[in-house]
C-alpha cells in the first residue's frame, strides 16, 4: 500500500489514549497523518471492567475512529494490522502484505496479558483489554449463575458460584468489588434455586496488600471496603495454576468455574519488530526523547514503552501518562519541522491515582490531597466523566452511574455472542 505523499509523512500505528492525543496536537502542523489500527474504534479502557461487570453497554466507551477524526482532512485512517517495520525503507509493513511509508513513525501499540510465562492459563483466566474480551467475561459471570440456578450437586453449585480474581491491582480491585455488588444488589430475587448473595468472590494478591501503588492507608481502606463487600483476599501466595476446575494457590485448589486475569501485561511486538532493547514486560527501553534507540525517527509512547522516571522508577502505564506522551512528542515533531535539532527529555506530571471499590467507595492519592470512601467515588466518577469524548456518552455513563447507585440495578445484562450456553 504505497501511497504519494506530499511534506511529511507521520504514521501513527493505534488509536489508543497516546496516538490520539499526537493526532490531536499535530493539528495545523503542516503534515500528513496516517492512523493504522486493528479496530475501528477507540476505547476508554478505565471502564472496560464495567462493561464486563454489566454497569454499562460497549457504546458508552467506545468510539468509532473515522467519526472522531471525520473534521481532520490532514488524517488518513487505515483499518489494518502492523506485523513489522523497515526501518531501512522506512515502512510499515501490514498483515495483508501491504507497506505504508513514513518520514516519522509514532508506535503507541499498547499492551496484552501476561501470564509470566504461563501462557497455556488464559482460556481459563481471561484477561480485561479489549471490548471482545469485556464481553466475553461478562458472558461468563452471567453464565455461572444461570448454570448453578440448574446444577443439583452441591459442591458443583459452590464451584459454579466461585469468582476468582487475579491481581489485586486498580483492575482486580474494580472487578471484584463490582461482581460483589452483581450478586449481592443486581441479581436479588432473580433466582429460586440459589441465593446470588451466597457466591463467593475471591482477590488473590502475590503481595500483602491490594492497590500497592497507593499509600498504605489508601490501600488498607481499600482492603476494608473490598471484605464489607464480602470479598475475600488472599495475600502472599501467587497462584501456582489455573486450569477448568480452579485455581492453586499455596498448595491447595479453590474449585472455581469463573477466573479472571489482572495480574499483569505485556507490550505489543514494538521491540521485536524494531530488533531493539526491551524489559522483562516487553516494553521498548525509549531514549529521554521517547524514541527507539538508533532510530531517530520512530517514537514509542504508551505501554509500548519503558520510560524512566528517575531513581528506579518508571512512568506508568495509564492514560493521563500516554496522553502527556503524546503531545510531547506532538511538539518533538513541530519543533523538527522548523529546525531544531535537540529537544528536552520528557518529563512526566503525576495527577494522581484513583481506583474505585463498588459503587460507593474509592481511593484518590493525588499527592497534596488524599480521599477516600464517598468522596472519592464522587470525584472518581467526575473525573472518568470528563475524559469521556462527547457530551452524549458524558451525560449515558452519567445516567447509568446514578441508576445503578439509585437502585443497584444493572442494564448492561444481555449474554450474547453463543458458545457456551448449555
Known sequence: MKAETKGHHVVV???????????SSLRGAGVKITLIDQRNHHLF??????????????????WPVRHLLRARKDVTTLLATATGIDSHAKEVQLADGGTVPYDTLVIATGARHAYFGHDEWEPFAPGLKTIEDATAIRRRILLA??????????????????????????????????IAELARDTLKGEFRNIDP?????????????????????????????????????????????VDA??????????PASTVLWAAGV????????????????????VEPD???PGEPNVFVIGDTAHVSRGEGALVPGVAPAAKQQGRYVAGVIKARLKGATASKPFVYKNQGDLATIGKRAAVVDF???????????????IAHIYFLIGLRYRLAVALSWLWIYASGQRSARLITQGGERE
Open 13 to 23: 500505528i493505534g488509536a489508543g489514549f497516546g496516538g490520539l492525543q499526537l493526532i
Open 45 to 62: 479502557q478505565p471502564l472496560l471492567y464495567q462493561v464486563a461487570t454489566t454497569s454499562l453497554a460497549t457504546s458508552e466507551i467506545a
Open 145 to 178: 449463575f444461570e448454570r448453578a440456578e440448574r446444577e443439583r450437586d452441591a459442591d458443583k453449585r459452590c464451584a459454579l458460584l466461585t469468582f476468582v480474581v487475579i491481581g489485586g491491582g486498580p483492575t482486580g480491585v474494580e472487578l471484584a468489588g463490582t
Open 197 to 241: 448473595a451466597k457466591a463467593r468472590i475471591v482477590l488473590v494478591e502475590a503481595t500483602d496488600r491490594v492497590l500497592a501503588n497507593f499509600r498504605p492507608e489508601l490501600s488498607a481502606y481499600a482492603g476494608r471496603a473490598l471484605e464489607k463487600l464480602g470479598v475475600e483476599l488472599k495475600f502472599g501466595h501467587p497462584v501456582t495454576d
Open 245 to 254: 476446575e480452579g485455581v492453586m494457590i499455596d498448595g491447595a485448589k479453590l
Open 266 to 285: 505485556a507490550a505489543s511486538p514494538a521491540a521485536e519488530w524494531l530488533g531493539t532493547a526491551a524489559d522483562r514486560a516487553g516494553r521498548v527501553i
Open 290 to 292: 521517547l524514541t527507539a
Open 367 to 381: 499527592g497534596w490531597m488524599k480521599l477516600k470512601g464517598w468522596p472519592a467515588w464522587w470525584l472518581w466518577g
